[in-house]
């Protein structure tokens, strides 16, 4: 079975541009998940979907960044312009209702802003 | 507001060495509990969880762990380690639906 995806896998560019990324949740999931991973901050949950709705996005850090998730099966975060300090991992993860229920994770999109 | 506290950031043993993952969390209602790992330059990986039922957890690569919820922990033990086990692992809690991490406590296992 397929995992989630997510794309592209690794991404350098320069400051000021505009950076998409990319998650194909697990099929049947209705929580979609996007996570940033840096040394300083370790894991922090930026935004969560459900049903292909925002439930909360508190941890978006400021406007540059924004998250849709045009479909059940499709769900993009942009930055937009791009800074050096976005530099870091950035994991969509997927998983059917209910709490407790197991998180899955991609193996991350590590961006690298210069 | 939950939280979780890894209490050392870095832990060493040697090959065969008991493996202890210390993990004190913070949470207003009965918490579910979870320990991921991750190896370089991949994603994180379930290792087990707690949600209802037996306090004592066991799950993949000989690792286990134990809710106790009189001393809020979730400590992940291996009683013996082995190389493979090399990576970083996070505990983490969740009260609705999205997990909360820890910062993580990476192992490093000497032969």
């Known amino acids: 079975d397929a995992g989630v995806i997510q794309s592209p896998r690794h991404e350098v560019t320069e400051m000021g541009q505009e950076v998409t990324l990319r998650c194909k949740p697990i099929s049947g999931h209705d929580y979609l998940f996007w996570y940033r991973q840096t040394m300083m901050r370790g894991l922090e949950l930026l935004i969560y979907f459900n049903n292909n709705v925002p439930i909360d996005d508190s941890g978006m850090p400021e406007d540059r960044f924004s998250a849709k998730m045009p479909n059940a099966s499709f769900s993009t975060l942009k930055i937009q312009p791009s800074e050096p300090r976005d530099s870091a991992v950035y994991f969509c993860?997927?998983?059917?209702?209910?709490?407790?229920?197991?998180?899955?994770f991609g193996e991350g999109s590590w961006l690298t802003v210069v | 507001a939950q939280s979780v506290t890894q209490l050392g950031s870095h832990v060493s043993v040697s090959e065969g060495a008991l493996v202890l993952l210390r993990c004190n969390y913070s949470s207003s209602v009965p918490p579910y509990l979870f320990w991921y790992v991750q190896y370089p330059n991949q994603g994180l990986q379930l290792l087990l969880k707690?949600?209802?039922?037996?306090?004592l957890v066991k799950g993949i690569n000989g690792f286990e762990a134990e809710f106790k919820k009189s001393e809020t922990s979730f400590h992940l033990t291996k009683p013996s380690a082995h190389m493979s086990d090399a990576a970083e692992y996070f505990c983490?809690?969740?009260?609705?639906?999205?997990?909360?991490f820890g910062k993580g406590t990476t192992l490093s296992v000497s032969s």
């Open positions: 983490a809690v969740s009260e609705e639906t999205a997990l909360i």
């Open positions: 707690y949600t209802t039922g037996a306090t």
């Open positions: 993860a997927s998983s059917f209702t209910r709490s407790g229920n197991t998180i899955y």
